[in-house]
Structures are given as structure tokens and as C-alpha cells.
């Protein structure tokens, strides 16, 4: 937003720090809007975000500020801040003074009286509030606007080869790494991350078996056997399929994370038939084998197997058997 000024405003120190803070990444980026309180002598601050010296400062929700009584019979001007010391949106009170030049009505055109000076403290200044001699309610002070924009973009320091993000509340600096790895994005609700490049063709080592036969009936899928792995890429997965009789078919299918992800198998081969199959999974995905059939018959599975190109890998994964 631009800066709220109208001829003959009169500037103080205040306003050229705020532009000063600003260029060493403090100042305002959202919300803090101040109005008003019609209840009491107070303001109300939205909730919103800063900077100081590219560290994010934030409130949430709503905060009512509390003003010192008005002088009887001279009006003063304070000012709302977020306190750096206590990480807190907080009132700064000015002294009272009679109003120069004599009898100036409009706040911002008033030398006297004067906002209060922050000095060294950094903190983010967000509004002046004029009160008027003997106010009693927020709803009877003028609110003027003090907040500096800020960009999103803050560079506390920079290297050859960083990546800048947005990390859901401003932007972000991920410093380069080791040569060779590639830029992962994560999702729309996650930062990215440099990975590894991992090979993609799929290998014959055998890297995790879970050979024990299990048996199921009934029509719906059920989990018999699961992987945890560690490293995306893709997997070959083996298992071996019967039915306990050649008089309805088992079924067995491969899942990812309990969604059914594979080609569903289905055999009325009362001995033991080979699947295999080459699936793509991510790290900490779940390969899961199911399984079903008509009861009183059952779907009997063994021979759980995973395969993988084990060049350059390691964790790979956890069983769950």
C-alpha cells in the first residue's frame, strides 16, 4: 500500500525511521489494521504480520490495546507498535501538549503535540493515535496509518546458487548443496528440498521377502502383507496366488498406502501362480498386498517379495509383515 500522507502533514522522526527500518527488512507485510474502540479508550489491532530484520513476526487473533487516560485539557499523540522486546503488539505513549499552531484541527498537520521518539529499539510501527483532551472511548481518537510495506522478498544474505520459495507466509532461502542433487518439490502444503537422483530401471535384487502363506476369505480386499520403503523409485513385486478351490476364483491385487494401486490378479489354480509387477512408489509409501475370495473358499498368498536396481541404494525400507 502506498503511504498515507496529504499536504502539509507535518513529518517526524518517527516516519523517516519507519522508511530507514524498512530498508533493513522491518516493517510491516499483513493485516494490523487499527481501529477505534466505541467500548472503552482503546484500539483494536487485526491480527497480522512483520518484519524485523527479516525475522517474521506475527499476532493472531485480534488484540485490544489499552490507552493511558487522556489529559483534561491537552491532546497527545501515541503510537501503536509491535514490541520486539516482549513480541507483542503494545502502545507507546506521547506527552500531552496544547495544540501548535493554535488552533490547527487536523492531526496530521499538528507539530504539537509530538509522537513519541523509539529510538534504538527496532520496533515495527504500525500507527499514530491522535487523543483528543478528556477522551473517554478509542472510537473518539484519530487513527493514522504508519505501516511501511514490506516485499516478500528479504535477503539477510545470498550465495551463488541459492532458490528462493515462498513458504507459505513469505519468501524463503534454501541454500545450495552438494553438488549433483535435483530440486524435489513436496506438495502444495510443503517447502521443497534438494534429493538424491535415484535410478529409475528397475533391478532383480532381491531386498525384502515376507514368504509366509497367508489365507483369506470373504469379498472384501484385506491387507495381508506390507513394506515400508525409504527411497522413491520404482519397485519390482512379486507374490504367488491360489485358490483353495478350483470352484471360485482368489483375487489379490497390490496396494498403495490402503488404495488400491496395481493389477488385480485372479486365479482358480488350486496350486501356487507367480505375479509379478514393476510399481513406482515414493519414500515412506506403504506396498501392500491384499487379498479376497468368495467364502467358504479362500484366497491363499505367500512369496511376498521385493526387488530393486540395488546400485547405490541404502535404507530402503522397513517390513511390516
Known sequence: MPLDRIDGEIIFDIDY???HQALQATGWLTGWAVTGNAGTLSVDVAAG????????????PSTNVVLTAAHASNPRKDLIVYDRSASALAKVDGTAAAIEPDGEDNPRKMKLPAPPDLGATNDILIALVYVPAAATLGSQCTIIDKRVKLPLVYVPSQAQGDVWFYDGKKQARLAPDTAGL??????????????????????????????????QSGTPYVKQKEFKVGR????????????SSAADAAYARIYKNGVAYGTERSTTST???????DLAFNAADLIQLYAHCVTPFNADTRNFRLYINLANYDEVLTLLD
Open 17 to 19: 525511521n519507519s522508511l
Open 49 to 60: 504480520r512483520g518484519m524485523a530484520e527479516g525475522v517474521l513476526k506475527e499476532t493472531d
Open 182 to 215: 535435483f530440486l524435489k518439490t513436496q506438495g502444495a502444503a510443503a517447502n521443497p528440498a534438494w534429493a538424491e537422483v535415484l535410478p529409475t530401471t528397475v533391478g532383480d535384487d532381491l531386498i525384502a521377502s515376507a514368504d509366509e502363506a497367508r489365507s
Open 232 to 243: 522413491a523409485t520404482t519397485y519390482r513385486i512379486k507374490f504367488e496366488l491360489k485358490a
Open 271 to 277: 496350486t501356487y501362480v507367480p505375479y509379478s509387477e
